[in-house]
């Protein structure tokens, strides 16, 4: 198992037809990611991070190549086996939160335990342990309009920790944050990884970049550059694929 | 995986959120259900009603009436106004078998006056065997025996309406009335029947010795021997329509009508008018109920359209949800079951709005109430029938939602 790559792409390619015209979001994506990687994708608008996070996410399926991560073969997942592997595999933090407003803090961590099938009492617990993990105990049954941004994205992460994933996925978690806030996320971020958690994150700021073990480079839907983060060099072993 | 419990309480949170859309959509279910409900116990009430009403004129009973039903009543054959006569019914009492009792009566109108008040009334002219034939009693006071009626006496026993109308405060018995000029005794008044299944009073009415009314109320001395009408009862319902035979090849017999001939009579078995009305208002029960169901149709359609733009409101949700691990079936459950919830909750109320409907309106028209367990369960199945039917389309079509193209809507 931990000899295995967490991710493990080969030749990932995702063409959009618009009319006449053929848009190659991803054209031909080859990397790994091992067991408790923390690496940042960025690149100019356009380039492919969003589409190849979804793919990640098994939110979205590639147009050709393969996909491994932890050990399932994503292309071979039905609907159902879909829906498991973003429940209990993939954490999905978005740039604009995404959180149910009608829901207060607790019953949105809640919510990927119920289809997880956690019991009623349990996932409250655990629920509320994640809220003070991300330091909102105080918070708990306010509503997401009730918060701030930067506390609902840590809304956010607490729910995209409630079901103990193996994978972290963050889209411009930050995009929407001032830098205080974004440093917070980012702490929070580097305990997570710390802990055994790997997370894959997608940019524009190359200080979050630099937060990372590891910066990929895409333009054009191609990776053009992977290379470790100075002060991290020691860490990432399967950085240089 | 969502558990039932989950799955509800997340189906009764959305509902929940836009209170006054949901009760619209559900009291298109309401009005349906309320009114199949309502329409369904009027039927069998009116039915029930119609069974009453016939038994209380008297059970196994046929009545045999002068002219041919064939010819449209009694208008047809000259003569025929006539045809029926006291020997008749002694023939009938005597020849045919299974026959309990036979009343020969004749009917006429009066009015009648007592003490300054006075009354227009239907008076019949009958023998004492009239009360066996139709089930009748003597509230109080007495009926007038045979040899009353062999010699005319005055005497009369009247119905209860009369009784009311002529003496609100008094007991009748042993009073003296003026009937079409002769003045008579009553000696009793008759148990209380009301209304027939034809909307009549039968308490209505004046009894009197036959030969009485004949030579003084209808005036038909000239043929002392004819009748308006021979009620007979039979010993039991199974031999009725075998006496109605005998009683017609008796009387074909006795007034000399060859075979093809039309009869100069008609023999009504009140059993098989009960059943020919029963049925009509059972059609006619079928017709409003099915009108009414078409109602519940469209209040199904307003469910559907409700749940179609509920799911394009709610894509960005749905897309979430199956982000964080919902399956297709998860999302077509919880979409599914908001449809259903919402309509049993306006079958449930449209029930307790039907059934207050029904009692209001039987109550209004003076008929039994019954709003059974059957309709009420009918009712509840058929509007979680309408949940699923019509909330099916629309939770599929939220299932099918690609989480990626959700989630980029706005
Ligand atoms: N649903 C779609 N239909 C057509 N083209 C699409 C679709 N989604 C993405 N694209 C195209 O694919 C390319 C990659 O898009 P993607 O969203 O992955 O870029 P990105 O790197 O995330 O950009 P940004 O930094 O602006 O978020 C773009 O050219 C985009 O226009
Ligand atoms: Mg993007």
Known sequence: MSAAPLIEARDLVKTYIMGDEEVHALAGVTFTIPHGGYAAVIGPSGSGKSTLMNIIGGLDTPGGGALVINGADLGALDDAGLAGFRNRTIGFV???????????????????????????????????????????????????????????????????????????????????????????????????????????????????????????????????????????????????? | MMTPRDLFATAARALRINPLRSALTALGVIIGVA????????????????????????????IIVPGSANQGGVRGAPGSFNSLTLADAEAIEREVAGVAAVAPSQRGSAQIVAQGANWNTRIEGVTPSYLAARDWGVASGRFFDDRETRQARKVAVIGATVARELFPNS????????????????????????????????????????????????????????????????????????????????????????????????VQNLSSIAETMQQTTQVFTGLLAGIAAVSLLVGGIGIMNIMLVSVTERTREIGLRKALGARKADILRQFGLEAIVLSLAGGFVGLIVGALAAWGITSAMGLPLTVGLMSAAVALVFSAFVGVAFGSFPAWRAAQLDPIEALRRE
Not at chain 1, 132 to 146: A, E, F, I, S
Not at chain 1, 197 to 220: G, K, Y
Request: charged letters at 25%; one cysteine or more.
């Open chain 2, 171 to 266: 007991d009748p018995v042993g009073e003296r009335v003026r009937i079409s000029g002769g003045a008579y005794e009553i000696i009793g008044v008759l148990d209380a029947k009301g209304q027939s299944g034809f909307g009549q009073d039968q308490d209505d009415i004046v009894l009197a010795p036959l030969q009485t009314v004949k030579r003084r109320v209808s005036g038909r001395q000239g043929r002392a021997n004819t009748v308006s009408q021979i009620s007979v009862k039979a010993e039991s319902e199974d031999i009725l329509a075998q006496v109605q035979e005998d009683a017609a090849t008796l009387l074909r017999q006795r007034h000399r009508i060859g075979e093809g001939d039309t009869d100069d009579f008609t």
């Open chain 2, 35 to 62: 009114s199949v409900v309502a329409m369904v116990a009027l039927g069998q009430g009116a039915q029930k009603q119609i069974q009453a009403s016939i038994s209380s004129l008297g059970s196994n009973l046929l």
């Open chain 1, 94 to 241: 978005f740039q604009s939160f995404n959180l149910l407003p009608r829901l207060t803090a607790l019953e949105n961590v809640e919510l990927p335990m119920m289809y997880a099938g956690v019991a009623p009492a349990e996932r409250r617990l655990r629920a509320g342990a994640l809220l003070d993990r991300v330091g909102l105990g105080q918070r708990k049954t306010h509503r997401p309009t009730q918060l701030s941004g930067g506390q609902q994205q840590r809304v956010a992460i607490a729910r995209a920790l409630a079901c103990r994933p193996a994978l972290l996925l963050a889209d411009e978690p930050t995009g929407a944050l001032d830098t205080a806030t974004t440093e917070e996320i980012l702490r929070l971020f580097a305990d997570l990884n710390a802990e055994g958690v790997t997370i894959l994150i997608v940019t524009h700021e190359m200080d979050v970049a630099r937060a990372t073990h590891r910066i990929i480079e895409m333009r054009d839907g191609r990776i053009v550059a992977d290379n470790p983060v100075p002060h991290h060099r020691a860490v990432p072993q399967g950085a240089l694929t």
